[in-house]
Structure formats: C-alpha cells, structure tokens
C-alpha cells in the first residue's frame, strides 16, 4: 500500500516542479531558489534558479550538524595494501577543511579546475569534497587512463591543479601514477602549477622542484583549518567528468550543483531503497560516473557510510567481496554485470561460506545484464538483483525498479521502467513513438530531471549536436541516448546497445573512433575499423581491423607496436582482443565501413537481417564483402 509507483512515477512527471522543490527541502540551502525549474533556454534546462548551496556543506557538515559526527562516513578497504581506515564525519570534516585549505594555498578558487588522478583512497574523496566546498570545479579522471588520455582532459578543462597519489597496486603490480602525471603535464598545453602527491610508498617518485608537494606535507603546513563552505549558486558547476563519444575527443559532460544534488538524495531513498542506518558500496571507480555518485556523493548526501574498495573481486580470492560484505555489515551493493559474470567462474563456495544477512539488495549498471547472469547473481545470493540503465551524462538512473517504492515485478532482461523524473520513449528516425514492442531509438522528452549534464565543457554547440539534434516532436527537440531499445506492452524498456559508434567494454564506454585515431597514427598502417564484438565476461570487447600501408609487413611486431600504442595513449582498457591485417576494408559504394561484416566474420556467426539499417548498404553488398573478406581473414592453419 502507498506509494505506489504509477503515483510516484506521475506526480515526479506531471508535477515536476512540486516534486522536486519537496525533494530540495530535505537538504540544506543557503539561500532557497526563486524558481524550481528555469526552461527558457531549452535545452540548456536550469534547477532551483536563485538558490544557494554547497554539495560538501550538506555530505559532511550538515551531518556533523545534526549530531552524526560520530557516525562511519568512509568505509576504506585495501585488499591491494592490506590495510582498512574508517573516517566518521567529524574526521571527513576535519580533513576536508585542511585540504580546502591547501587547495586555497596553492591559489585555487572558485571556478578554477582540480584535476584528481588517484586510485582508490578516502584522500581522493577528500579532494573531490574539498573542491566543491570552496567552489572549485573538480575533474576526476580515472586512474587507469594514459599519459595522453591524461594530458587531453588537463588541457581541456584548463587544470593548473592536480592532486594524484605516487601509484597504485593491481593484484599486486605496482602502477607508477606520478610517472604519468609528469609525462602528460610535459605534453598538456597548459601551464601546471601543482602536483599535490599522496605518497604511499608503493613506488619510488623525485619531485619537481617548485610545482610538487606532498599530501602529508601541504597538510602539516596547514595543520587545523576551518573553512566555510562557499554558498554557490544552485546551477553553478561541480564537475567535469569526461566519457566516449563518437568522435575521437572526449565529451566533458558538466554537473550542476543544486539539481545534481536533490537528485542523488532522493534516489538513495526511492530508487536505492536506503534507510539511515545502511551501509552503502559500490565497487565502482571514482573515475566513472557511477563513483562519482554512487561512491561519493550519494551515500554521503544521504548521511549513511560509503565502503571505498581498493582491489579486484578475485584476490586475494574470489571470496573477497563477500567477506567485505559480512565484515561491514553492507546493506547495498551496487556493481555491474562483468563483475557477476566474472565471480560466476568461481565455485559458490566461495559465497555459501559468508553472512550476507545484512544485505538487502543488488544493483546492477552500466551494460546489459543477460539473463544467465541475473538468474545466477539473484539465485546464489537469494536476495532481489536489480537491473538499472543510466549513463554519465544522466547522473544518475534513467530506467530502473525503485525499491524505495514498492517494486515492480522483475522481467529478467529489462531494467523495468522509467525512472522518477524521466519521461522517455522509443522512437523512430522521424521522432515518432515506435509501436510497443518494436525497436527504435531511446530518447527523452524536455525538460530532463535534476542532476542530468548540463552542456559540454566549454562546447554548447556539441552538446547540442551530440544530444539534441537527432530527433524533435511536435517541435520539441529530444534528448538523444544513444541507445536502440523497446518498449513493450507494460511499458518495460528492453535495451539493445548503442546505436552510435560507442560501445561498452567491461561497463566502460569507449568510442571505436578513439581507438581508430590512436591506431591510425601508427606509421605502417593506412586504414582501420574499430568494432565492438561479443566477450563472454566483459560484454564486449575490441575488434580492430587494419589495412597496412603498401610495403609494410604483417608481423607480430608490428601487431605489438599497435597494442603499445593504444595502452600508452587511451589506456589498457582499449586493447583490442582482436586485431587482424586484412586487405581492404568492407565498404558500401558511398564509402561507408560496413561494421556488421567485419562484426560477423569476428563472432563467426549469422549476419541477421541484412538489410539492417546501419550502413545503409545493399543486401549484395554485404553479401560480396563477407565471402571476400570472410576468405582472407580466416585464420591460416
Ligand atoms: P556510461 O556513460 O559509460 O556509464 O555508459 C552508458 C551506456 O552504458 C548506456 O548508454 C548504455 O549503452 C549502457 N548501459 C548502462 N546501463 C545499462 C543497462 N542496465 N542495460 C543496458 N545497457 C546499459
């Protein structure tokens, strides 16, 4: 009884600005907004004009405030290090104003932008809340990224601060992070002012003299610090947070401040189901969007302790994650289905062994969730797992079961229905609905809720063309996913992958044209497609097809130079699986790669229909293409 979902549903919908401005009240303001949703300048939609508040006044201090000082605020578990660390919120507090502080030491202020390389350590959420408590605008990137990933995001959001750690251990090898911090501040085309480094001894590091300090260092020289949290406006900017599109340039998707927060803490009570007392983790990365929310500030916003995690789901063991579940009593989990897939390999002893009483339910994101894998995760655990669809530019759920109100039942497959706040629809190219159960293209109607992207990191024009230009309605321009889907008769969302040249390795999304442009610049090589292919643990994986330049060799040498090349410039996360010479590539007569040939002679599996709409290309073409191709690219026995 009571909250029913059509009723919650509805009135986030159709009384939007109500719904909204109850959700703000719950949280502190310094000043309250004039208006609760300005749309004038659609699509540029603004939440709580006029009002005033500070993300890290209300993560930490408002807690504080209300006597919770004493409460878990971070969780830190290092299987890397074999090392844990609790912060309570005094403790978060206390070192978040002595970094604030130093952050003000080395100049920053409000607007300026932060740049965060760090792996997993409670610092590297004392550096974000430090940031957004004096205004500054932080930009994480995630720590498995290269020197040229790097050197890219640092020249573009015009970071003159950086706070990275010496480096980090993977099962046990060490990273030298600092190492590429120099290397991409040599190459960024901006001038670094400070490398703040948190040393944790894990690799050996010299400091450049007059722009490095130490963490440890920079915060003896500060010693106690109080410094009040900035009143900012509600629409000013928090973050950048840079995710694949389809072009070889990262989009620097921008978060407001007022309507990303009222949005993260009422889906931890809707969508997320928490009560006060829960534990909350993610095994997410502060890099992704989903740590960014659901690491930091969701959990935070909502007073409850977040567990920061420092390794991998299988070592030491593959019962680790379950033995951090019983040790800290984690009341949500929220992963993604590689990482299922993945501990699915290991025998469920490992599971059986362990007291997950405390753990009420599972959330899934970030790729489809097949249904062998639901079935397993929701079997083995015995505990309700749920599928939910977003992306970084949303912030936060788009299509999900909201366990806050009574749930839907679960079709294994779909991430059930829209969001509070969403109105989506699946849509064909002249932007009218689809008819139930028939594939079209995801979109959203005008305005999107709060905590949606803003625009692009100075690029109004490509945030318009990348998201609204695709379809309109009734004049109405509409917010482009990406993805193809279908709604069926219950008003379910079946999603069915990117309909753009993104695809989705291991949860994380990569645009085939970055991967194209890095191998492109390899001097033997004249050509190359970059496609998405199955992978039974990662979803999908990297296929990258490659015509050589007249007089250059195939070789295995050359094949590593290639591999060199994509690791040190996007990051190991972009090595292709496979990665094959062929003569020609597979074109249509107007000069378009036909990808699904190249997809169908990877997976050795049936084209489907040929007369898809993906390259437009004629039925004999394709045909032509796949015996000519499916020859040659055979591997030789
Ligand atoms: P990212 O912005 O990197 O989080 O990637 C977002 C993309 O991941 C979406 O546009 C979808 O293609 C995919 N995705 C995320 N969650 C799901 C899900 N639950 N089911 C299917 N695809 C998903």
């Given at each position: 009884?009571?909250?029913?979902?059509?009723e919650?549903?509805?009135?986030?919908?159709?009384?939007?600005?109500?719904?909204?401005?109850?959700?703000?009240?719950?949280?502190?303001?310094?000043?309250?907004?004039?208006?609760?949703?300005?749309?004038?300048?659609?699509p540029?939609?603004?939440?709580?004009?006029?009002?005033?508040t500070?993300?890290?006044?209300?993560?930490?201090?408002?807690?504080?405030?209300?006597g919770?000082?004493?409460?878990?605020?971070?969780?830190?578990?290092?299987?890397?290090l074999?090392?844990s660390r609790?912060?309570?919120?005094?403790?978060?507090?206390?070192?978040?104003?002595?970094?604030?502080?130093?952050l003000?030491?080395?100049?920053?202020?409000?607007?300026?932008?932060?740049?965060?390389?760090?792996?997993?350590?409670?610092?590297?959420?004392?550096?974000?809340?430090?940031?957004?408590?004096?205004?500054a605008?932080?930009?994480?990137?995630?720590?498995?990224?290269?020197?040229?990933?790097?050197?890219h995001?640092?020249e573009?959001?015009?970071?003159r601060?950086?706070?990275?750690?010496?480096?980090?251990?993977?099962?046990?090898?060490?990273?030298?992070?600092?190492?590429?911090?120099?290397?991409?501040?040599?190459?960024?085309?901006?001038?670094?002012?400070?490398v703040?480094?948190?040393d944790?001894?894990?690799?050996?590091?010299?400091?450049?003299?007059?722009?490095?300090?130490?963490?440890?260092?920079?915060?003896?020289?500060?010693?106690?610090?109080?410094?009040?949290?900035?009143?900012?406006?509600?629409?000013d900017?928090?973050?950048?947070?840079?995710?694949?599109?389809?072009?070889?340039?990262?989009?620097?998707?921008?978060?407001?401040?007022?309507?990303?927060?009222?949005?993260?803490?009422?889906?931890?009570?809707l969508?997320?189901?928490?009560?006060p007392?829960?534990?909350?983790?993610?095994?997410?990365?502060?890099?992704?969007?989903?740590?960014?929310?659901?690491?930091?500030?969701?959990?935070?916003?909502y007073?409850?302790?977040?567990?920061?995690?420092?390794?991998?789901?299988?070592?030491?063991?593959?019962?680790?994650?379950?033995?951090?579940?019983?040790?800290?009593?984690?009341?949500?989990l929220?992963?993604a289905?590689?990482?299922?897939?993945?501990?699915?390999?290991f025998?469920s002893?490992?599971?059986?062994?362990?007291d997950l009483?405390?753990?009420?339910?599972?959330?899934?994101?970030?790729?489809?969730?097949?249904?062998?894998?639901?079935?397993?995760?929701?079997?083995?655990?015995?505990?309700?797992?749920?599928d939910?669809?977003?992306?970084?530019?949303?912030?936060?759920?788009?299509?999900?079961?909201?366990?806050?109100?009574?749930?839907?039942?679960?079709k294994?497959?779909?991430?059930?229905?829209?969001?509070?706040?969403?109105?989506?629809?699946?849509?064909?190219?002249?932007?009218?609905?689809?008819?139930r159960?028939?594939?079209?293209?995801?979109?959203?109607?005008?305005?999107?809720p709060?905590?949606?992207?803003?625009?692009?990191?100075?690029?109004?024009?490509?945030?318009?063309?990348?998201?609204?230009?695709?379809?309109?309605?009734?004049?109405?321009?509409?917010?482009?996913?990406?993805?193809?889907?279908?709604?069926?008769?219950d008003?379910?969302?079946?999603?069915?992958g990117?309909?753009?040249?993104?695809?989705?390795?291991?949860?994380h999304r990569?645009?085939?044209?970055?991967?194209?442009?890095v191998?492109s610049?390899?001097?033997?090589?004249?050509?190359?497609?970059?496609?998405?292919?199955?992978?039974?643990?990662?979803?999908?994986?990297?296929?990258?097809?490659?015509?050589?330049?007249?007089?250059?060799?195939?070789?295995?040498?050359?094949?590593q130079?290639?591999?060199?090349?994509?690791?040190?410039?996007?990051?190991?996360?972009?090595?292709?699986?496979?990665?094959?010479?062929?003569?020609?590539?597979?074109?249509?007569?107007?000069?378009?790669?036909?990808?699904?040939v190249?997809?169908?002679?990877?997976?050795?599996?049936?084209?489907?229909?040929?007369?898809?709409?993906?390259?437009?290309?004629?039925?004999?073409e394709?045909?032509?293409?796949?015996?000519?191709?499916?020859?040659?690219?055979?591997?030789?026995?």
């Amino acid at each position: 009884m009571g909250r029913q979902y059509e009723e919650v549903y509805h009135r986030s919908v159709e009384d939007a600005e109500e719904f909204w401005a109850a959700e703000a009240q719950k949280l502190h303001w310094f000043q309250r907004w004039e208006q609760v949703l300005d749309d004038s300048k659609a699509p540029f939609t603004r939440w709580f004009s006029g009002g005033q508040t500070n993300l890290c006044y209300n993560a930490v201090d408002r807690h504080v405030v209300a006597g919770k000082g004493d409460r878990p605020a971070i969780l830190w578990e290092s299987p890397e290090l074999g090392q844990s660390r609790t912060l309570t919120f005094r403790e978060l507090h206390r070192e978040v104003n002595r970094f604030a502080a130093a952050l003000q030491r080395c100049g920053v202020t409000k607007g300026d932008r932060v740049l965060v390389y760090m792996p997993m350590v409670p610092e590297a959420l004392i550096a974000v809340l430090a940031c957004v408590r004096i205004g500054a605008i932080h930009s994480v990137v995630f720590a498995g990224f290269s020197v040229e990933s790097l050197a890219h995001r640092i020249e573009d959001s015009g970071s003159r601060v950086i706070v990275c750690a010496d480096g980090a251990l993977r099962k046990g090898k060490p990273i030298n992070l600092k190492e590429i911090v120099d290397r991409a501040v040599d190459q960024a085309r901006t001038e670094v002012e400070r490398v703040i480094i948190l040393d944790r001894g894990v690799v050996p590091w010299t400091p450049v003299p007059g722009r490095d300090v130490r963490w440890d260092e920079a915060m003896a020289e500060i010693g106690e610090a109080e410094v009040p949290a900035v009143p900012l406006n509600a629409t000013d900017p928090s973050y950048i947070l840079y995710t694949s599109g389809t072009t070889g340039k990262p989009k620097g998707v921008v978060r407001d401040t007022g309507g990303y927060m009222v949005a993260l803490h009422a889906s931890m009570d809707l969508i997320y189901g928490c009560t006060p007392e829960d534990v909350y983790w993610s095994t997410s990365d502060i890099g992704w969007v989903v740590g960014h929310s659901y690491i930091i500030y969701g959990p935070l916003l909502y007073g409850i302790p977040t567990l920061v995690y420092e390794g991998t789901p299988d070592s030491p063991n593959p019962g680790i994650w379950w033995e951090t579940i019983e040790k800290h009593r984690v009341s949500v989990l929220f992963s993604a289905p590689t990482a299922m897939r993945m501990l699915r390999k290991f025998p469920s002893s490992w599971i059986e062994g362990h007291d997950l009483s405390s753990l009420r339910h599972v959330f899934l994101a970030g790729e489809p969730l097949d249904e062998p894998t639901y079935r397993w995760a929701a079997e083995t655990l015995n505990k309700p797992v749920i599928d939910h669809y977003w992306q970084t530019e949303s912030g936060w759920p788009m299509i999900t079961n909201h366990m806050g109100i009574p749930p839907l039942p679960v079709k294994p497959g779909s991430p059930t229905r829209e969001a509070i706040g969403w109105q989506l629809d699946v849509v064909d190219e002249q932007g009218d609905p689809v008819p139930r159960g028939q594939r079209g293209y995801l979109v959203a109607y005008p305005p999107l809720p709060p905590g949606a992207l803003q625009t692009l990191w100075k690029d109004d024009e490509r945030f318009v063309g990348s998201y609204w230009k695709h379809f309109a309605r009734h004049g109405k321009r509409l917010y482009f996913s990406g993805d193809y889907a279908i709604k069926d008769e219950d008003g379910y969302y079946w999603l069915l992958g990117r309909a753009d040249e993104v695809i989705n390795v291991a949860g994380h999304r990569m645009g085939t044209r970055e991967v194209e442009e890095v191998i492109s610049g390899h001097p033997g090589v004249a050509e190359v497609s970059a496609i998405g292919i199955d992978d039974e643990i990662k979803g999908q994986a990297i296929a990258a097809f490659v015509v050589l330049k007249k007089d250059v060799a195939d070789s295995p040498a050359l094949h590593q130079e290639i591999i060199h090349l994509i690791r040190e410039s996007i990051g190991p996360i972009a090595t292709p699986k496979v990665l094959r010479v062929v003569p020609r590539l597979p074109k249509t007569r107007s000069g378009k790669v036909m990808r699904r040939v190249l997809r169908a002679i990877c997976e050795e599996k049936a084209l489907g229909d040929l007369s898809t709409i993906e390259d437009g290309a004629s039925v004999d073409e394709v045909r032509k293409a796949l015996d000519e191709l499916g020859e040659v690219t055979q591997p030789r026995t």
